[in-house]
């Protein structure tokens, strides 16, 4: 049997990437639940955060892992931000002032920052709104 064409090989890739893949992406978008709502609780004066974990995992040995989303609404001050362990955050969107154990940074849309467990945290927000991802280690 002879070697395909290239005018043949281009036409395959073509049905490939044109025809089936997104066929095949549709019917798994089709088939995907539709996302819920994220519910927000107070966790301290002036921070809210997600009600249930994004994720959580006791899968990596001796840690509990979990992810929240944090929200500071327009002028709040966070004077004691509850965390249980060791925190990576990154700031999602907007810009905040955090103290770490008094040490104290601006973080911009995008930046990260660790918090060591049992640190004494703080937070002022210097936007409308500001969205910031928590994840946080516990030694078990």
Same mark, same amino acid.
């Given at each position: 049997m002879p070697f395909p064409t290239r005018g043949l090989y281009h036409a395959t890739v073509y049905l490939l990437i044109n025809a089936i893949v997104p066929a095949r992406l549709l019917d798994a978008q089709q088939q995907a639940p539709p996302p819920r709502p994220r519910e927000l609780k107070q966790l301290a004066p002036g921070i809210l955060g997600s009600a249930a974990p994004l994720f959580m995992t006791d899968s990596v040995p001796r840690y509990h892992i979990e992810i929240r989303d944090l929200m500071l609404g327009p002028k709040q001050h966070a004077p004691d931000v509850p965390l249980t362990? !060791?925190? =990576?955050? +990154? #700031?999602? %969107?907007? /810009? =905040?002032e955090v103290s770490v154990n008094g040490k104290v940074t601006r973080q911009e849309g995008g930046g990260y920052w660790l918090v060591p467990r049992g640190a004494r945290v703080a937070m002022r927000? #210097? /936007? +409308? =709104? %500001? !969205?910031i991802r928590a994840v946080t280690l516990t030694p078990r």
């Open positions: 362990g !060791f925190t =990576v955050m +990154e #700031l999602r %969107s907007g /810009a =905040v927000n #210097l /936007a +409308e =709104v %500001s !969205f």
